[in-house]
């Protein structure tokens, strides 16, 4: 079993619609969570950390569920320019970095 | 400020040669991090320098990869000798040190591997 699991996908919606991204961790000594996003053919950037309490950037939001070891991203009004790979990423024992396959998004206009 | 930055960004070689692929993390960041991702799977830590000390290189695939990291600067990855299973994209990252524990990761565009 993958240590960091996502749905590949892929997601495809249309432009303005809400998306959800759901992963799950199995080590329970992980201690922070990222989405991080991938273009094509390019190199992943961090999106966004993750926090128990939740938390919003933009038309993005992002929980932790501890208990679940449960992972979400929340993408409202998607824009045509949200069309890429999100990685669900781990880290645990200091720096050491997991991440998840990716689930794929398109956003059709 | 200059990103992370990789070279070659791609390398096409045949199995049994050698490779070595150059990474200079952002200036002052401590922390240096080669990944690899083979197509359609996800990426997968290779190993993780602080400063010119290997901290944690338990993700080395076996002793065909050696890394380096001379005065904590720059690192190198080399392959040798290449094998077909070899090829991906090999990422490099750098993030600053203990005290910033934010965690994120700079990525560089990564060097494509091709081993025929």
């Known amino acids: 079993r993958k240590e960091v699991e996502q749905d590949p996908g892929p997601f495809n919606v249309p432009e303005g619609a809400t998306v959800a991204f759901n992963c799950t961790y199995s080590n329970s000594a992980s201690q922070s969570f990222f989405w991080y996003r991938q273009d094509c053919r390019k190199e992943p950037k961090l999106l966004m950390s993750v926090y128990s309490s939740g938390n919003e950037d933009g038309r993005f939001t992002a929980q932790l569920n501890r208990a679940s070891q449960y992972i979400s991203l929340l993408i409202r009004d998607s824009k045509l320019s949200d069309s890429a790979t999100y990685l669900c990423?781990?880290?645990?024992?200091?720096?050491?970095?997991?991440f998840g396959a990716g689930t794929r998004l398109f956003v059709k206009a | 400020e200059a990103g992370v930055t990789q070279f070659p960004s791609h390398s096409v070689i045949e199995k049994g040669q050698t490779v070595t692929l150059r990474c200079d993390p952002i200036s002052g960041h401590d922390n240096l991090y080669w990944y690899r991702r083979v197509m359609g799977k996800e990426i997968k830590f290779l190993l993780h320098?602080?400063?010119?000390?290997?901290?944690?290189e338990s993700g080395m695939p076996n002793n065909r990869f050696l890394a380096e990291r001379t005065g904590g600067t720059y690192s190198t990855l080399k392959v040798q000798p290449a094998e077909l299973e070899d090829s991906g994209v090999y990422f490099c990252a750098s993030s600053q040190g203990e005290r910033f524990r934010t965690g994120e990761l700079f990525f560089g565009e990564g060097s494509r591997l091709t081993v025929l």
């Open positions: 320098f602080v400063k010119e000390s290997k901290q944690d």
């Open positions: 990423v781990a880290r645990r024992g200091g720096f050491k970095t997991i």
